[in-house]
Nanobody
Framework: QVQLVESGGGSVQAGGSLRLSCAAS????????MGWFRQAAGKEREFVAA????????RSADSVKGRFTISRDNAKNTVYLQMNSLKPEDTAVYYC???????????????????WGQGTQVTVSS
């Protein structure tokens, strides 16, 4: 069983920055692919970014490229999402997710991830 706890959300003005953290339980964190997703009110949950088990490979959605950076610290069992140049359309609940099985590729599909956190709210005002 893997538990994921997000933190770092909040309210910020457009153009500002936030760093989200996701702390994971368990002894095998360093073998998991980790991802960030978000869900705005009334919309489907969507992929934001993913990172390989060792941090060497990353991918992100076109909507956040150049603004958001995913990283991880396996010694701390934590994955991060640095969000810069925030826009009102980034407002959403942000979730971290773990892919604990299968290959090490970086999927964007929700069903590929088998553990999820409870989410943290990010609100960007104009």
């Amino acid at each position: 069983q893997v538990q994921l706890v997000e933190s770092g959300g909040g309210s910020v003005q457009a153009g500002g920055s936030l760093r989200l953290s996701c702390a994971a339980s368990g002894h095998s964190f360093s073998s998991y692919v980790m991802g960030w997703f978000r869900q705005a009110a009334g919309k489907e949950r969507e992929f934001v970014a993913a990172i390989s088990w060792n941090g060497d490979n990353m991918r992100s959605a076109d909507s956040v490229k150049g603004r958001f950076t995913i990283s991880r610290d396996n010694a701390k069992n934590t994955v991060y999402l640095q969000m810069n140049s925030l826009k009102p359309e980034d407002t959403a609940v942000y979730y971290c997710a773990a892919k604990t099985y299968g290959s090490s590729w970086l999927p964007a599909a929700i069903y590929e991830y088998d553990y999820w956190g409870q989410g943290t709210q990010v609100t960007v005002s104009s």
